[in-house]
């Protein structure tokens, strides 16, 4: 989740100028890119709708219909069924966030209400939707036509220092624990705060041996290059940054560098994406940091966009105008990974519902991704990659962690 910028990420932002435009017609890259998917449906590994649910629409998962076009509610999402079909997204990893300022026994409840809320989302649409917690669960839901519902804990906060919590949460589904969020812990770091583990402590490393012995995914987005350093030093299975991008490409903490790149791929891991523009393009994030510092100079809010922005913001965007960022921005961040981690350790984590309003032009909602694809194919990817890139290549971590997990 991008919550580390969330001061000035919009929820509500340009929804002209970010509405997926259509693919040429009679496109052949689009047909190809199209076919591909239609095989290897996308196994995305982030997506924060489960707290858009709980913050925007009271938790109420059986009164807000996502059968429907949920872009077009009071409070838009970038999620709904249709979206997800149309974009041939067939593996979901929904996450299940708390503020990094959450913290003890609240933390807990917060994620295990959650929990409850992806457990009753998947529960409403049993024709659509099925949980799944391990690599055969996913290709079962594939082979149905169903859309693998997978969970993610987004934080090590969340389980309150306590390994017994970190065992229920894989117990109730959870397949992936990301070490940190915004703020460091005493046992590990996050890449946007001040230092307090120096990488893993004993704790630290206790945690990911435990992840390796119940089979669940270490995920390093969100932490510190030396604790993702020792964490893939520590872990006996494949790591994962569930929503990241190259920090060569753009130079922000939330990416990693490219000796951790070679790292994760070096090890079975896999480097999934982000489709937040300020993790693919510093050029916006630069433009993003200073519209707020503007916002805050006259006293207005910063998260407010287009014609929702107060008039100094207004007046300050006409003068200062968004830079473009869209799916050929995207494609070069899927290629440099590529290129430094290995076709066999990219994938795709968008952070839909985490991002608000700002994903890249022609990707606004999770329909976007056979655009990507398209781009992808113009490029010369061949199908075989392509397959690694949609979902083979978190499957096969997947599986090796589980076979981690039985080895004992």
Same mark, same amino acid.
């Given at each position: ?117 992806? +457990?009753?989302? &998947?529960? #409403?649409?049993? /024709?659509? !939707?099925?949980? =799944? ?6 290709? $079962?839901? *594939? ?18 220092? +306590?390994?017994? &919590?970190? #065992?229920?949460? /894989?117990? !109730?589904?959870? =397949? ?6 915004? $703020?460091? *812990? ?18 630290? +490393?206790?945690? &990911?041996?435990?992840?390796? /012995? ?195």
């Amino acid at each position: 989740m991008a919550r580390l910028l969330r001061s000035f990420v919009p929820a509500l932002v340009l929804p002209v100028l970010l509405a997926a435009a259509p693919a040429p017609v009679g496109d052949a890259a689009v047909r190809r890119a199209e076919a591909v998917l239609a095989r290897h449906p996308v196994i995305d590994g982030h997506n924060d709708l489960a707290w858009e649910i709980r913050d925007h629409h009271d938790a109420a998962v059986e009164s807000l219909d996502l059968s429907a076009g949920t872009d077009r509610l009071p409070y838009p999402l970038q999620t709904d069924l249709a979206r997800l079909r149309r974009g041939h997204v067939g593996g979901q990893f929904w996450s299940v966030w708390v503020p990094a300022d959450v913290e003890g026994p609240r933390a807990v409840e917060m994620t295990l209400e959650q929990i409850d809320i992806v +457990r009753r989302l &998947v529960a #409403r649409y049993p /024709r659509d !939707l099925v949980l =799944a917690d391990s690599a055969a669960a996913v290709r $079962r839901a *594939l082979r149905e036509g169903r859309i693998a519902s997978l969970i993610g804990v987004e934080g090590g906060h969340q389980i309150d220092g +306590r390994l017994a &919590v970190l #065992r229920q949460y /894989r117990a !109730l589904g959870a =397949a992936y624990m990301t070490l940190t969020h915004g $703020r460091s *812990l005493d046992w590990a770091d996050s890449s946007t705060d001040a230092a307090r583990a120096q990488g893993l402590t004993a704790f630290g +490393r206790q945690v &990911v041996a435990e992840m390796n /012995r119940i089979g669940m995914l270490v995920d390093v987005s969100h932490v510190s290059d030396a604790t993702a350093a020792a964490a893939i030093a520590a872990s006996r299975a494949p790591v994962i940054a569930s929503h990241s991008g190259a920090r060569a490409v753009a130079d922000v903490p939330r990416n990693l560098p490219d000796d951790l790149l070679r790292a994760i791929g070096a090890r079975g891991g896999v480097v999934m994406v982000n489709l937040y523009p300020a993790f693919l393009s510093r050029t916006w994030r630069d433009w993003d940091m200073a519209r707020t510092a503007a916002a805050k100079a006259t006293g207005v809010p910063a998260n407010l966009y287009g014609p929702k922005a107060p008039l100094p913001l207004a007046t300050w965007d006409r003068a200062h105008p968004m830079p473009r960022v869209g799916v050929a921005e995207v494609a070069d961040m899927v290629e440099h990974v590529a290129r430094v981690a290995g076709r066999d350790h990219v994938g795709l984590g968008g952070d839909y519902d985490g991002i608000g309003g700002t994903a890249p032009e022609g990707m606004a909602g999770v329909d976007g991704y056979p655009r990507l694809f398209a781009e992808l194919v113009r490029r010369g990817w061949r199908e075989a990659d392509l397959a690694k890139l949609a979902q083979g290549n978190v499957l096969r971590a997947m599986e090796a962690a589980e076979a981690v997990a039985r080895a004992g």
